[in-house]
């Protein structure tokens, strides 16, 4: 039987409704408009494109967004500034730095200076550190939205072997702490783990995270494993693939993350979802 296409357009879909009944609630009940404020530097096509489907995502919610877009030439004070302001501003609940940020901007002091309490990107040392010894924090959105992916499937996490394929701050690293946090029993593999196939073949989950187009192919993956496709991709044509070979991989899997259509659409939703929580918070 061929695996179960894991709809993230359907699941981000009913997160949106859920979300959107909150914020009518905050507002009609609190007095409470939740705000997103957006710091955009430089033309980058793609960061330009993600920053406008978060304003329009956010707007389509009911949120109020407020988006700086400054030249690639400002300076990394005048960022900071920015950062600074945003965090001052009540009307703001959650502060997002688009990146990445041009090279002589350093990328750690930007986000280090946004309030841990707006830091709904979840990139702060200090919700880094809360994510690992397992407090309340703000969870990266791309690792959020993979986590609720699986557990909308119903597949039990713990207990299980989870393979993730990447270590990087803002997907590999903390979707593997989630894993833990599940009771999976983790790998994390990178480019110089030794046997990349076998490692992903222990994985009753597996999660690519790697950014190489379908490198994950039929042979590499568990028969039944849920595979969560994080990979953006762009091939020869213009057409967009994941990191995994998608059509080989159905006939192993039980369950699988289309690319477009899967993880993508989670991790605008858990942004709001962020935000509508920073919100929430700051009445409290
Ligand atoms: P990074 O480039 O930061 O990290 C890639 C990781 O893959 C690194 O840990 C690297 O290992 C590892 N890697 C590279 N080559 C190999 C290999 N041959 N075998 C095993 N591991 C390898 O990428 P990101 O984590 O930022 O993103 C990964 C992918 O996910 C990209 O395609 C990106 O576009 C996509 N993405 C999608 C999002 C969404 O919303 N759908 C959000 C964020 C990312 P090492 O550490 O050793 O270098």
New binding site residues.
């Given amino acids: 039987m061929p695996a179960t296409i894991i709809d993230g357009k359907q699941v981000s879909a009913s997160i949106r409704e859920e979300l959107t009944a909150k914020v009518e609630g905050l507002k009609a009940e609190r007095g409470l408009t939740p705000g997103i404020g957006v710091v955009l530097v430089g033309e980058d096509p793609a960061s330009q494109s993600y920053v406008k489907s978060k304003e329009k995502t956010a707007e389509s919610l009911g949120i109020y967004s407020k988006t700086i877009r400054v030249p690639a030439e400002t300076s990394e004070e005048d960022v900071l500034r920015l950062v600074r302001e945003f965090n001052s501003d009540p009307k703001i609940h959650g502060i997002l730095v688009q990146l990445p940020l041009p090279p002589h901007i350093n990328e750690n002091s930007v986000i280090f200076a946004i309030d841990p309490k707006k830091d709904v990107d979840g990139f702060h040392p200090v919700n880094i550190g809360r994510l690992h010894i397992g407090e309340d924090c703000y969870v990266p959105c791309?690792p959020a939205g993979i986590i609720e992916l699986i557990e909308r499937t119903g597949v039990e996490l713990k207990g299980k072997n989870a393979v993730v394929?990447?270590?990087?701050n803002?997907?590999?690293k903390p979707v593997a702490m989630l894993l833990l946090s599940r009771h999976s029993t983790v790998t994390i593999?990178?480019?110089?783990?030794r046997d990349?196939a076998a490692e992903c073949r222990r994985g009753d989950i597996l999660v690519a995270?790697?950014?190489?187009a379908r490198?994950i192919t039929a042979d590499m993956i568990k028969p039944g494993a849920v595979v969560i496709d994080?990979?953006?991709?762009r091939i020869e044509g213009g057409k967009l693939v994941g990191?995994v070979d998608f059509e080989g991989a159905l006939d192993v899997a039980s369950a699988i993350t289309p690319v477009p259509g899967g993880?993508?659409p989670m991790?605008i939703a858990m942004l709001m979802k962020n935000t509508v929580l920073a919100a929430e918070r700051s009445l409290k």
């Fill in positions: 791309t394929v990447g270590r990087s803002i997907v590999g593999c990178h480019s110089r783990t990349l995270a790697v950014g190489k490198m994080v990979g953006v991709n990191d993880v993508g991790t």
